[in-house]
């Protein structure tokens, strides 16, 4: 019924910068916390950024002050721009949205397909 679409991953030389893109469809009420995450090979799945329906944000220390988590609301979308990015950041990116579905459905926890960025040094 919801489903979120993630864009923006690639390629990309060290220092360079990427824009992800990440749209919930579908029927829904409301969009709570939606958050990036990412998961290179062999590790684990690590929280990157979330941004609250309000605009509040947050960031793992390894990226601040070089990654921005923005969202807009009338189109249920969240984004990541991505700065002087560095071969650690390759990961595949996942974004999760908290998704109050209607009164009667309550809330539910959604995930994109997931978007690879791959960094070259």
Known sequence: QVQLVESGGGLVQAGGS???SCAASGNLLVINNMSWYRQAPGK???L???ITRGGSTNYTDSVKGRFTISRD???NTVY???NSLKPEDAADYYCNADI???LRKGREYYWGQGTQVTVSS
Do not use: F, G, I, P
């Open 73 to 75: 609301n009338a189109k």
């Open 18 to 20: 990427l824009r992800l």
């Open 80 to 82: 990541l721009q991505m």
């Open 44 to 46: 684990q799945r690590e």
């Open 100 to 102: 109050l579905l209607s």
């Open 48 to 50: 990157v950024a979330t």
